[in-house]
């Protein structure tokens, strides 16, 4: 069954720096998605991608954020300036009729 | 705004006992919802969604869930619980079935005892 990948699984960064996480979704969905948990809280939506443009993002999703789909397969999310709030699992999901997510990048800021 | 009530932070059933995972949403329209298991560490599985049509639905791993808008929920249910369901469970509600965010409860962790 296709499935929804993301990497890496575990990242590791310095507060101040850039970070690029990185999905495929599943090949034939047309809408992408990023979510992300803080530890202990609500899975909270980010970013809805559609057609190569953001359709719709959160207030969390701001100017440090911005997401890409580069080429026919990857989908990524860019964090520029980490903060350690920032630290959280990141989920990719890909829509067909109920939206699948991959497994998370575990991010920590230190 | 959407959004979801799971009132059980915690439960705790006896394996081979019944389950029932209680979820309320708020949503001016006809929702779609969505039951998601999180094992620790791992991503998020879809087990069933409701769109339209008949109120009960099945899922995958013998779950179902029925959808009850006189009541605003959509509760989880399983007859006969395994060891390995042992996780946590999130409801989420969508404004449709493809596009834009999800709105998710804050969970409801399964503990199964032997």
């Known amino acids: 069954e296709p499935e929804v990948t993301q990497t890496p699984s575990h990242q590791v960064t310095q507060m101040g720096q850039e970070v690029i996480l990185r999905c495929v979704p599943i090949s034939n969905h047309l809408y992408f998605y990023w979510y992300r948990q803080i530890l202990g809280q609500k899975v909270e939506f980010l970013v809805s991608?559609?057609?190569?443009?953001?359709?719709?993002k959160s207030e969390i999703f701001d100017d440090q954020f911005s997401v890409e789909r580069p080429d026919g397969s990857n989908f990524t999310l860019k964090i520029r300036s980490t903060k350690l709030e920032d630290s959280a699992m990141y989920f990719c999901?890909?829509?067909?009729?109920?939206?699948?997510f991959g497994p998370g990048t575990r991010l920590t800021v230190t | 705004a959407q959004s979801v009530t799971q009132p059980d932070i915690h439960i705790t059933v006896s394996e081979g006992a019944s389950l029932e995972l209680r979820c309320n949403y708020s949503y001016g329209a006809t929702p779609y919802l969505f039951w998601y298991v999180q094992s620790p560490g791992q991503g998020l599985q879809l087990l069933l969604k409701y769109f339209s049509g008949d109120t009960l639905v099945q899922g995958i791993k013998g779950f179902e869930a029925e959808f009850k808008r006189s009541q605003s929920s959509f509760n989880l249910r399983k007859p006969s619980v395994h060891w390995s369901d042992a996780a946590e469970y999130f409801c989420?509600?969508?404004?449709?079935?493809?596009?834009?965010?999800?709105?998710f409860g804050a969970g409801t962790i399964l503990r199964v005892k032997s």
């Open positions: 991608f559609y057609n190569n443009e953001i359709s719709e």
């Open positions: 999901a890909s829509s067909e009729q109920g939206k699948y």
């Open positions: 989420a509600v969508g404004d449709w079935e493809y596009g834009n965010k999800l709105v």
